[in-house]
């Protein structure tokens, strides 16, 4: 069957689906990767039913998210939960974001999944460093009780009040020393969030690079790693070559992603990132690959899927979440097309057209008559009918 896809100029193109998925090997969740420590972001899945609204709390099917989890799991993939891809700040509030850290880490270590959590200060609008040291550390006793790794997360909070790099020092450097266990350091670049532009005390690239290493030195011992997520390749390559040894690179580049997990003759970086939430099974596939040293073929699975990746995360950036569950409604692993928030709204008819046909062409669907019928139901919502 031919589906009329629209283009960005509203024009109708034929286009003929996939029949056979991409086949992959699904690893047993103890079957931990050798070369790379890879994090997921992962989605949350909305209930269709709650009588809710968009400035809401959000109604969250509990089955079905964590069923998605599972499936991530399956793969050898580790979960990084409550982060921005679950809609933190744009749908998910503190306190749905608290029951997600709770119910996800019961999960993983049900089924002896990997885990690492958001910590934030998304309870705050604004406040005093000293309010937002406070946030932190109600988020950071939530996920150390849970047993999950933390990944303190930007703020933006901490990004309106701060007066500069010595807030972060005095902020970051407080939480580093009472963590229990090494954390993940996040820096998420504006593109993502507009409300965090001059994280670290600067809107000069380099001098809040400075800040967040001289974070890291004080405290090598407390820190796992960093995710970075500037969509600037040599800056993150730059970086990572200055880190302290055995601080880990998490890259959040969700447009070089290949070449940075690669890495060169001076190193490399794991990954976490929120594009690996479509891509799981075949992203597991790669890194595999990449355990038996086989570079090259792990470039093969994995550089096709960056025109993918680069749609979805086109600007505004932040929206990218839209195209993520549009993709796992598509799949299967949710019998709806709905978000918490209603963002669901936020992209157009013709950049979901695209990323079906992306997806479908990289073999994503397992069903793909089930990703054409649900499209071909798409179109029709919007008044395509051939």
């Known amino acids: 069957m031919t589906l009329h896809?629209?283009?960005?100029?509203g024009a109708l193109r034929a286009y003929a689906p996939r029949t056979e998925p991409l086949a992959v090997t699904r690893g047993a969740p103890a079957s931990a990767f050798t070369s790379r420590t890879v994090f997921s972001a992962a989605h949350v899945v909305a209930d269709p039913y709650a009588d809710t609204t968009p400035d809401g709390p959000a109604a969250v099917d509990w089955d079905a998210t964590l069923a998605f989890r599972r499936h991530l799991?399956?793969?050898?993939l580790g979960v990084a939960e409550a982060m921005d891809t679950a809609q933190r700040g744009m749908g998910l509030d503190w306190a749905g974001a608290a029951e997600l850290i709770r119910r996800s880490a019961a999960e993983a270590k049900a089924v002896g999944g990997r885990i690492a959590c958001g910590v934030g200060t998304d309870q705050l609008a604004g406040g005093t460093p000293a309010e937002v040291r406070a946030a932190y550390e109600e988020q950071l006793a939530v996920v150390e009780e849970?047993?999950?790794?933390?990944i303190l997360m930007a703020s933006r909070a901490l990004a309106a009040t701060a007066k500069g790099p010595e807030d972060y020092l005095e902020v970051y450097g407080h939480l580093l020393r009472q963590a229990?266990?090494?954390?993940?350091?996040?820096?998420?670049?504006?593109?993502?969030?507009?409300?965090l532009q001059g994280y670290w005390g600067s809107p000069d690239l380099d001098a809040a690079t400075d800040t967040?290493?001289?974070?890291?030195?004080a405290h090598p011992d407390k820190v796992d790693g960093i995710k970075v997520s500037l969509l600037d390749a040599q800056r993150e390559i730059d970086l990572r070559r200055r880190l302290p040894r055995g601080v880990r690179c998490y890259t959040g580049d969700d447009f070089h992603y290949p070449e940075l997990i690669a890495g060169d003759e001076q190193g490399f970086s794991h990954a976490l990132l929120g594009i690996f939430d479509p891509l799981g099974p075949l992203a597991a596939e790669a890194v595999r690959v990449l355990d038996t040293g086989n570079t090259e073929g792990f470039r093969a699975l994995l550089d096709p899927t960056v025109e993918l990746s680069r749609h979805l995360f086109q600007a505004p950036t932040r929206f990218y979440k839209t195209g993520v569950v549009f993709l796992a409604w598509l799949a299967g692993h949710q019998s709806h097309f709905t978000m918490v928030?209603?963002?669901q709204s936020a992209r157009s008819l013709p950049h979901f057209a695209r990323a079906y046909e992306l997806a479908d062409g990289l073999g994503l669907f397992p069903d793909p008559e089930l990703a054409e019928e649900r499209m071909r139901n798409l179109l029709a919502l919007y008044g395509v009918n051939r």
Do not use: K, R
């Open 73 to 76: 799991w399956s793969h050898g």
């Open 341 to 343: 928030g209603g963002l």
């Open 180 to 195: 229990a266990e090494p954390v993940i350091l996040h820096w998420l670049g504006p593109m993502f969030d507009p409300a």
């Open 146 to 150: 849970s047993g999950a790794q933390a």
């Open 5 to 9: 896809l629209p283009d960005a100029n």
């Open 212 to 217: 967040f290493l001289e974070v890291i030195a």
